[in-house]
C-alpha cells in the first residue's frame, strides 16, 4: 500500500501520459492525466497503458480507476483512450475540457466553426492529391486521427463505464453562472471556493483538486477578434435549424479544377506552393485548443501539485474579448490566492516550449510568477515529457530548462547533448526524453 | 486611339523595340488598361492614385487570362478551391481586356476581372521597363525552366504576397474583412516589388543561395528600387510627389513609403498578435553600413542601400532643378499647379537617367555573393560606358552618397574616396582573344577562360562553368545606340567544412562557397569591366577568399541558431506554402547547398 503520493511520467516520446496515486485513508486514489503521443508507433500507448492497468487498484474484476483527465484534445494527449485499451478498467469520473462541450451555453458559433473549419481544411487538403511533405502529412493525419479518439472520450468510453463526462472549467460551480445545479455538484463532489471550482471526492477532508483553468466563457477569454486574423469567418459556414455548424461549398472542396492557360503539372506544382489559410484554421484551433487545457492544482497532505496540460503563455496580461493565452487568464484570475503558489511538484507545460511557462530572460511579471509558484529555496520536483526537435520544433527551450533546473531540487545534468551543446553542463529537470518513465515521491507535508 | 486593327501590326511588332511611344501608339502597338498607381489605401487620401488608364507594350498572342508571352494569369483561389472562370478577355479589335462577360471591365477592387488585369499589367509593365533599350536592352529571362511565370491575383487569405521559383509563381493574397478586404494584388508596391525579385532572380539565379546577409539584401533592395522606379513614370505620380514635396525627394512622400497597405494593416490590427512580413519600409532614411553590424534581418540592412539609392534620386532630381534654374522660377510662380507642372518635367528626366543607372549596373554584377560595394562599383562603371562624360557631376554625387554611408569600405574619412574599380586586365596579356569566336557559345567561353585562368584568377586545379553568356542592345536618348555588350559569367564552386556545435545537425557536412566573375566585353573584345569572387584556393586573393567564406559560416550559423534551416522535400513532395522552411538544405554531390525559400522573407507563427 502507498504510504506517499506517487507521480509516474510515462515516457510516450512526444506526449503526456501522467499517473498520480496518493493513500486516501483506507484506498488508493489513482488520476490518469493524458494518455497519448505523436508518434505513429501506436504500441507505445497501448504498452503504457497495460503498464498503468497493472498499477491501479483491483476492483472487483477489473482494475479501479477513480479520475481519468483529458486535458485538451490534442493527439499528443489523448491518442491512447481507447476502449479496446481501457476495458479491463473501471473508470469512475472522466473530465473534459468544456471546449469540446456540445452544449456549451454562450454562442457556440465561433469556437466550435473553428474545430469544424479545420477539421473540414484538413480533410480537403488530405484528399485533394496535393502532394504533400511528410511533416504535414503526418500533421494533418493526426487531425483527422483524433476524432476518433475525441468520440470515445465523449461518448465511448462513458458508456461503457456507466457515467458522464464533466466538461470542467475554472467557474463550473459559481453560482453565479448557474451552470450545473445544486443536485449536480452534489453528485459530482463540487463546490466553489477562493475563486476556482473544487472537487472533493476524497476521504480525507484536506485533499482537493482546484480547477484553475480554462474559463468557461471561451469566446471571452481566448479567442479574440478571429475575423481580423483569419478573415471573414462567418462567411465560410452557416449554422442549421439545429444550431450546427455547417461548411459552405464543402463538396466542392475535393476536386482540382484545371486552368485552361497553363498545364496542369504547372498547376499542380503551384497548388503545391500556396498558402493554405485553412491551416490558419488548424492553427487557430491548436492554439486554442491547448489555451483551454484543463489546468489543474492537486492538493494532498499541504503539498501542492500542478498539472498544465500544453497551457500557453504569451505576455503577462490579459484583454477581454481577445486572444489571451492560459497562463495570462490564470495569472491575472488567481494572482493573489494563497493556493496559487509554492508548488511541490510542476509537470512543465506544452513539453518544456518556450511559450508553455511564464518565462521571459528579463525581470518582469513573469519572474514575479515563476518565483511565486516555483521559488529558488521551495525545491519542487519538475519534470518535462518530452521529445526534442520533433517536426523540426525548438522543443524543449534551453533556457526555459536552464532557468527551471535551477529551481528544482531533483535536477539532473545530463550527458552532451549535441544537439543542445548550450545545456552541457547545466542543470535541468527531468526529462523523460533522458530517462524514459520517471518516478517522483511526494511525501506528506509537516503539520 | 482609332479601334481600326492595322493589317500590318504583327509585322511591324519585332521592329517595335526600335519605336518612340508615339509611334507604337499611332501602329495600335499599345493596349490600354486600367490600374491602380499605388493601392486602395493611399487612394482614400490621395484620389488620383486610383484607377488611372495607361498603355503598355501590345504582344502578339495576347489572349484570356490575361496571358501573354511571359506571363499567365491564373485566378485561383486555394481556400475555396475555385478557379475564376471566365477570366478577363484579349479583345483583339479594341486591343484591350474586357470582363469574362464580354463587356467592359467594372473598375472595382470587388471586381475579379479587374484585379487580373490591374496585376497583369503591372508585371508586364515592369518586366518590359528592365527589357527596354533604354535601360538594360534585352530580354530577361526568368530562373525558373520556362518562360512564363504564373501570377495568382487572389491566391488565398494572408496579409502576403510572395515569388516562389519553384512553382514559378507570383501569389498576392488578400486580407482584412468584409467591407475593408484588400487585395495586395491592387498594390502597385507590392506587385512590382515581387516582380523586381522574380526579375533580379532571372538575371542572377545564384544570389538564391545563402552566401551573405548583404547578397540577400540586395535582393530586397532591388525589390524596393523597383517598386520606386515604376511608380514615379507615371506623370499622376510625379504630380502628387511634387505637390507633397516641391521637387525635394528628401521629404517624406507616399513613393518613398512603401506598401502602404500592408503597413497601416499590420499597425492596427496585427500589434502584439501574429508575427506578420512587413512590406512597410521607407526609402527616406540616413542609414549607414554600421546598420549591419549584428543584423541579421535582410529588411533591416536592405534599407541601406535603398536609402542610398534614393538619396541619389533626389539629388540628381535637385541638380536638375538647380540647373534648369527652377528653384528661382519656382519662387516666382503663384499658381500651385504651374509651379508642380514646372517640376514634374524635371522629375521625369531625373527618374529616366536614375532608373538607367540604378538597372543597368545589374549586367555588371558578379554571378554570386553580392556586396553594397559591388553593386557601387558596377553602377559608376556602367554610368561611365554609357556617359563617358559626367557633364552633371552625377558620379560625383554617386560617390559622395556611398562614401557617406560607408558603403565604399574606404579609409579615407574626409572626402569623398574614389569607389575606383579594380585594375582591368589589358587585352594584349590575354590569350586567344576573338569575341566572336567566345561569345559563339558557352564552351567556347570556356577554352578563352581556361587559357586565361591566370589573367581571370582561376585556380588551376578548378573546373568550372560558364553559367551565362548573352549580350545587350543598349540606347541613350535619343535613340543612340550604344556599342553592344557581351556579358560572360562564370562560376565554381569549394567546399566549406561546417565545423562546431553552432552548426547543430549540420556539424562535420561540406556547404558550398559559390565563387566566380562576370566579364563584360564590347563588340570589338574590349574588357570593359572584370568582377571576381575568389576562393580561399585563389593565390591572388586568398584572403578576400577566407574572408568570404567567413562571412558564409557566420550566416550559416546565425540561421541555424534561428531555426530557419530545415531539409528540403524532393519535387514530388512541395511544402505547402508558409510550412516550408525559410532555408531549405539539398543535398547535392555529398555537400550542403543552403537556398532561400519565399518563407525566408515571412515566418508564420508557428503552432508549437
Redesign the interface.
Known amino acids: 500500500m502507498l504510504s506517499n503520493l506517487r507521480v509516474k511520467v510515462y515516457d510516450v516520446e512526444f506526449g503526456d501520459c501522467v499517473l498520480v496515486q496518493f493513500p486516501d485513508r483506507d484506498r488508493i486514489y489513482s488520476i490518469l492525466v493524458d494518455c497519448g503521443t505523436w508518434s505513429a508507433f501506436d504500441p507505445i500507448v497501448k504498452d503504457v497503458l497495460a503498464e498503468i492497468e497493472n498499477d491501479l487498484p483491483i476492483d472487483g474484476d477489473k482494475r479501479r480507476l477513480d479520475l481519468l483527465v483529458a486535458t485538451h484534445p490534442h493527439l499528443d494527449h489523448i491518442k491512447g483512450f481507447d476502449y479496446n485499451y481501457l476495458k479491463n478498467v473501471k473508470i469512475y469520473n472522466i473530465w473534459l475540457s468544456c471546449f469540446l462541450d456540445l452544449d456549451h451555453k454562450q454562442s457556440k458559433a465561433n469556437a466550435l466553426a473553428i474545430q469544424e473549419l479545420a477539421e473540414s481544411a484538413a480533410r480537403?487538403?488530405d484528399l485533394?492529391c496535393?502532394?504533400?511533405?511528410?511533416?504535414?502529412e503526418m500533421y494533418l493525419q493526426n487531425r483527422i486521427s483524433k476524432s476518433g479518439a475525441i468520440v470515445m472520450l465523449r461518448d465511448t468510453l462513458p458508456q461503457k463505464n456507466g457515467i458522464k463526462p464533466l466538461y470542467m472549467c475554472r467557474d463550473l460551480a459559481d453560482s453565479t453562472l448557474n451552470l450545473i445545479d445544486d443536485e449536480k455538484k452534489q453528485k459530482y463532489k463540487l463546490s466553489f471556493s477562493n475563486k476556482t471550482t473544487c472537487f472533493k471526492d476524497f476521504k480525507e477532508p484536506d485533499t482537493s483538486i482546484r480547477i484553475l483553468s480554462p474559463e468557461y466563457n471561451i469566446d471571452k477569454y481566448y479567442l479574440g477578434?478571429i475575423?481580423?486574423?483569419?478573415?471573414?469567418l462567418s462567411?465560410l459556414y452557416t449554422l442549421d435549424k439545429d444550431n450546427e455548424v455547417k461548411i459552405n461549398?464543402e463538396e466542392?472542396?475535393?476536386?482540382?479544377?484545371?486552368?485552361?492557360?497553363?498545364s496542369k503539372r504547372?498547376?499542380r506544382?503551384?497548388?503545391?506552393?500556396?498558402?493554405?489559410?485553412?491551416?490558419?484554421f488548424?492553427?487557430l484551433d491548436?492554439?486554442l485548443t491547448n489555451d483551454t487545457s484543463i489546468v489543474f492544482l492537486l492538493e494532498w497532505r499541504r503539498k501542492r501539485l500542478l498539472f498544465t496540460g500544453d497551457a500557453e503563455f504569451h505576455?503577462g496580461e490579459i484583454e477581454e474579448e481577445a486572444?489571451n493565452a492560459s497562463w495570462d487568464v490564470i495569472v491575472e484570475k488567481l494572482k493573489n490566492e494563497d493556493y496559487f503558489r509554492d508548488l511541490d511538484f510542476l509537470k512543465v507545460s506544452?513539453h518544456g516550449?518556450i511559450n508553455g511557462t511564464p518565462f521571459i530572460d528579463e525581470e518582469g511579471v513573469t519572474q514575479t510568477v515563476l518565483n511565486r509558484i516555483i521559488p529558488k529555496d521551495r525545491g519542487a520536483k519538475i519534470v518535462v515529457s518530452t521529445k526534442p526537435k520533433v517536426?523540426?520544433?525548438?522543443?524543449p527551450n534551453s533556457n526555459l530548462m536552464i532557468e527551471l533546473g535551477g529551481r528544482c531540487s531533483d535536477y539532473r545534468i545530463y550527458p552532451y547533448d549535441?544537439?543542445y551543446?548550450e545545456l552541457e553542463g547545466k542543470k535541468q529537470p527531468r526529462r523523460t526524453d533522458k530517462e524514459g518513465t520517471i518516478e517522483i515521491i511526494i511525501e506528506p507535508g509537516a503539520d | 486611339m482609332e479601334e481600326s486593327i492595322p493589317k500590318f501590326r504583327n509585322e511591324v511588332y519585332k521592329f517595335a523595340y526600335l519605336l518612340s511611344e508615339e509611334t507604337k501608339e499611332e501602329l495600335g502597338l499599345l493596349t490600354k488598361s486600367v490600374i491602380f498607381l499605388q493601392d486602395p489605401y493611399v487612394a482614400q487620401k490621395i484620389p488620383s492614385m486610383g484607377p488611372n488608364s495607361v498603355y503598355l507594350d501590345w504582344e502578339p498572342g495576347f489572349?484570356?487570362?490575361p496571358?501573354s508571352e511571359r506571363i499567365?494569369?491564373?485566378d485561383?483561389d486555394?481556400?475555396?478551391?475555385?478557379?475564376v472562370k471566365p477570366?478577363a478577355k484579349w479583345d483583339d479589335k479594341k486591343r484591350c481586356f474586357i470582363g469574362g462577360d464580354n463587356l467592359p471591365i467594372d473598375v472595382s477592387t470587388e471586381s475579379a476581372c479587374f484585379r487580373q488585369v490591374n496585376v497583369w499589367a503591372i508585371v508586364h509593365d515592369t518586366l518590359s521597363l528592365f527589357q527596354h533599350p533604354k535601360v538594360m536592352g534585352r530580354f530577361i529571362p526568368w530562373a525558373f525552366e520556362?518562360n512564363?511565370i504564373?501570377v495568382?491575383p487572389n491566391?488565398?487569405?494572408?496579409s502576403?504576397a510572395l515569388y516562389?521559383r519553384?512553382?514559378?509563381?507570383l501569389?498576392f493574397?488578400?486580407?482584412?474583412?468584409?467591407p475593408n478586404?484588400m487585395y495586395t494584388c491592387l498594390s502597385h508596391d507590392i506587385v512590382a516589388h515581387e516582380t523586381g525579385h522574380a526579375i533580379l532572380d532571372g538575371i542572377r539565379p545564384f544570389y538564391n543561395e545563402i552566401s551573405s546577409i548583404q547578397t540577400s539584401s540586395f535582393h530586397e533592395f532591388l525589390a524596393d528600387i523597383t517598386s520606386i522606379i515604376t511608380a514615379l513614370r507615371f506623370n499622376e505620380v510625379r504630380y502628387e510627389v511634387v505637390l507633397q514635396t516641391g521637387g525635394n525627394l528628401d521629404k517624406v512622400n507616399f513613393v518613398g513609403d512603401l506598401a502602404e497597405i500592408l503597413g497601416e494593416y499590420n499597425g492596427e490590427?496585427f500589434e502584439?498578435?501574429?508575427q506578420t512580413r512587413s512590406y512597410l519600409r521607407t526609402a527616406h532614411n540616413n542609414l549607414t553600413m554600421s546598420y549591419l553590424n549584428n543584423n541579421w534581418s535582410c529588411h533591416d540592412c536592405s534599407k541601406v542601400l535603398t536609402g542610398a539609392l534614393y538619396e541619389i534620386l533626389s539629388k540628381i532630381t535637385r541638380k536638375q532643378m538647380e540647373l534648369q534654374d527652377l528653384i528661382r522660377k519656382q519662387i516666382a510662380l503663384k499658381d500651385e499647379k504651374e509651379k508642380a507642372n514646372s517640376v514634374v518635367e524635371v522629375l521625369w528626366e531625373a527618374i529616366t537617367h536614375f532608373t538607367r543607372i540604378a538597372l543597368r549596373a545589374l549586367d555588371f554584377c558578379p554571378p554570386v555573393d553580392i556586396q553594397f560595394i559591388d553593386y557601387a562599383k558596377a553602377l559608376l562603371r556602367a554610368d561611365e560606358i554609357a556617359f563617358p562624360v559626367d557633364a552633371l557631376n552625377y558620379r560625383k554625387i554617386i560617390r559622395e552618397v556611398f562614401h557617406n554611408r560607408g558603403i565604399c569600405e574606404c579609409e579615407d574619412t574626409g572626402s569623398a574616396c574614389n569607389l575606383e574599380t579594380s585594375k582591368q586586365p589589358l587585352n594584349r596579356e590575354i590569350n586567344w582573344f576573338d569575341i566572336d569566336r567566345i561569345s559563339s557559345s558557352t564552351t567556347a567561353a570556356y577554352h578563352f577562360l581556361n587559357l586565361n585562368r591566370d589573367i581571370f584568377e582561376i585556380p588551376e586545379n578548378q573546373d568550372f562553368a560558364v553559367v551565362d553568356l548573352y549580350d545587350t542592345n543598349k540606347q541613350v536618348s535619343c535613340g543612340i545606340s550604344l556599342p553592344k555588350e557581351i556579358v560572360l559569367e562564370y562560376i565554381w564552386r569549394e567546399d566549406v567544412l561546417l565545423e562546431g556545435?553552432?552548426f547543430?545537425?549540420y556539424?562535420g557536412e561540406y556547404a558550398q562557397l559559390l565563387c566566380g566573375g562576370t566579364i563584360v566585353f564590347d563588340d570589338r573584345g574590349n574588357i570593359l569591366y572584370f568582377v571576381q569572387k575568389p576562393g580561399v584556393e585563389n593565390k591572388k586573393h586568398k584572403k578576400e577568399g577566407e574572408r568570404r567564406r567567413n562571412n558564409l559560416l557566420k550566416f550559416i550559423e546565425n540561421l541555424v541558431r534561428g531555426?530557419m534551416v530545415?531539409v528540403a522535400?524532393s519535387e514530388?513532395?512541395?511544402?505547402?506554402?508558409?510550412?516550408r522552411?525559410a532555408v531549405e538544405v539539398t543535398r547535392r554531390e555529398r555537400s550542403l547547398l543552403f537556398e532561400a525559400t519565399?518563407g525566408f522573407r515571412y515566418h508564420?507563427?508557428?503552432?508549437?
Open positions: 480537403s487538403i485533394r496535393v502532394d504533400k511533405n511528410s511533416q504535414l477578434d475575423d481580423a486574423r483569419i478573415g471573414n462567411a461549398n466542392v472542396m475535393y476536386r482540382l479544377p484545371e486552368p485552361d492557360n497553363i504547372d498547376f506544382i503551384l497548388c503545391d506552393s500556396l498558402h493554405y489559410s485553412a491551416l490558419s488548424m492553427q491548436d492554439h505576455r486572444s506544452h516550449s517536426k523540426g520544433r525548438n522543443v549535441p544537439e551543446p | 489572349s484570356d487570362g496571358t499567365a494569369v491564373v485561383y486555394v481556400d475555396s478551391n475555385k478557379l477570366a520556362g512564363r504564373i495568382v491566391a488565398g487569405y494572408a502576403n516562389d519553384s512553382s514559378k509563381s501569389q493574397y488578400r486580407f482584412g474583412y468584409e478586404e490590427l502584439g498578435e501574429l556545435k553552432d547543430g545537425n556539424e531555426d530545415g522535400q514530388d513532395q512541395a511544402g505547402l506554402g508558409f510550412w522552411p519565399p508564420p507563427r508557428e503552432v508549437y
